[in-house]
C-alpha cells in the first residue's frame, strides 16, 4: 500500500487564508500587524528566505520592514537595530535571520529580542515556556509539525512518537511539543544505536538529522505517520529529505514529500505567530 501524501503546500494555503481574513478584519479597525527581519551579511539562502518572508507579509496583508546590513555590521549596530525595535509600536514581531557572521554572537543577539515579539520563538524565555508547559511564542518549524500530523486526523495522545535529531531549533521543540499532546517520545540522533529498531517502533516518526535520503523503509513502521524535516541540496542541484521517500512510502501510512511538506508550513506558522503577538501586544482577543 502507499502512503497518503500530506501536503504542506494544501495545508499552508488552508491557514494562510484563515490569516489572511483575520488580518482583513483587524485593518477595517485600522490595526495591522506588523514583522521586521533582520538579515546581516551575503548569505544567498538567507537572502531567499528573506525574500519569501517579505513576499509573505505583503500576500498576507502585514506591515514588513526588512533591514539588510553589511557582513561588516558590528555586534552593537546590531543590538541597536534589535533595541529600536523592540520598542517600535507598529512591529510586533522580530525575526534575526540566521545564521549571524561569525563575530557576531547568536546567542546575545537571540536574548535582546523582546520576549513577546519573538516569532521565531527562540528565545529562551520563551523555550523555557514551551518546557514548563506554559503559554509561549512556539518555533515555527515545530508548530508546523505538529499541524500537519494532526491534518491526518490521527489522535497523537497516547502514539510513540520518534523523533530523529537533537537540535535546538527542530528535534528538542518538536519532542516537547508531542508531549504536551501526550504522546509517548523516544529521541534518536547521530549517536543512536539500533536506530532502525526504535524507529520502527513509532506510530508517528519525525526526521530531522540533517543527512540526505538516509530513513529508508527499514525504519519505518507499516501504517506511520512519516514527517521529513530534512532539506538537503544534493550535487545534482535537487533537493531532498532526510527520508528515502520512495522506500517509506511503500510502507507508511501518511508522508510529507521534500519539496512541499514541512517547508511550507514554517513560513506560514510565522506569520501565525505574528498575528498571535500582535494581538496580544494590543489587547485584542
Ligand atoms: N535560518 C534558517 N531557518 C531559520 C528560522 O526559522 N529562523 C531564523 N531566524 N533563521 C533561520
Known sequence: MTAEIISGKVVSEEIRGNIAREVQELASRGFRPGLAVILVGEDPASHVYVRNKEKACHDLGFYSEVHRLPDTA????????????????????????LPLPKHIDEKAVINAIAVEKDVDGFHPMNVGNLVVGDDSLLPCTPAGVIELIKRTGIQISGKHAVVIGRSNI???PVSLLLQ????TVTMCHSRTANMDQIARL??????AIGRANMI?????????????VGMNRLDNGKLAGDVDYESAKEVAGYITPVPGGVGPMTITMLMQNTLLASKRLNGIN
Open 202 to 207: 513509532a506510530d508517528i516518526l519525525v526526521v
Open 216 to 228: 529508508d523503509a527499514s525504519y519505518v513502521k507499516p501504517g506511520a505517520v512519516v514527517i521529513d
Open 170 to 172: 527542530v528535534g528538542k
Open 74 to 97: 558590528s555586534q552593537e549596530e546590531v543590538l541597536e537595530f534589535v533595541d529600536r525595535l523592540n520598542n517600535q509600536d507598529n512591529i510586533h514581531g522580530i525575526l534575526v535571520q
Open 180 to 183: 504536551r499532546e501526550n504522546a
